[in-house]
């Protein structure tokens, strides 16, 4: 490969692994991973609703890894909440799965960010072939793809088989007993999904 022609590739590789790292942060901090709709069932139940009546029992909310908010209604009006993973649901969520999604996000934060140095090493330097050239940069890849890809299974899983929107609206709820309607994942979760298609 030509010179110049390696550099431009290297660069705009490091330059996009730099971009998906910085994407990793965002989407780590930011509540923004799931939306969900939720029933209150026993509100509709007591007073018998039925059609548009049911638009009274409806609430929603949106979270991500360590913290998020929503509003609940059982007919009497709007109950705004927030809540945080840590330490208020520890006892409701299925936590070993909750820190591996965090501890595999942070594991692909910085094997990105260490791709974006070696690929811009492999630029400008004189790299060692097996440590800092081209199967380096594979398996470097290959490993934070696997993360991203192992974040988004383990939150999946949490979501989906752990019950985990249905278990946060109904913390806490002794009177009224609460079902999810709808979930879909938001602008967190798709962001993982691009880095771990860019690290392919």
Known sequence: MPSQQKKVIFCMAGMLSFVCALGAVAALGTPLWIKATFFCK?????VNASGQELDKFMGEMQYG?????????CGLGARPFRFSFFPDLLKAIPVSI??????FSTILIVLTLVGTAFFMYNAFGKPFETLHGPLGLYLLSFISGSCGCLVMILFA??????????KIANYKEGTYA????????????WVVFICFFVHF
């Open 42 to 46: 026993t509100g509709a139940l007591l």
């Open 65 to 73: 890894l360590f913290h998020g908010e929503g509003v609940r209604q």
């Open 98 to 103: 909750h820190v591996n999604v965090i501890l």
């Open 157 to 166: 899983s949490e979501v989906k088989i752990h019950r985990l929107s249905e």
């Open 178 to 189: 609460y079902k999810t309607q709808s979930e879909k994942y938001t602008t967190s979760f």
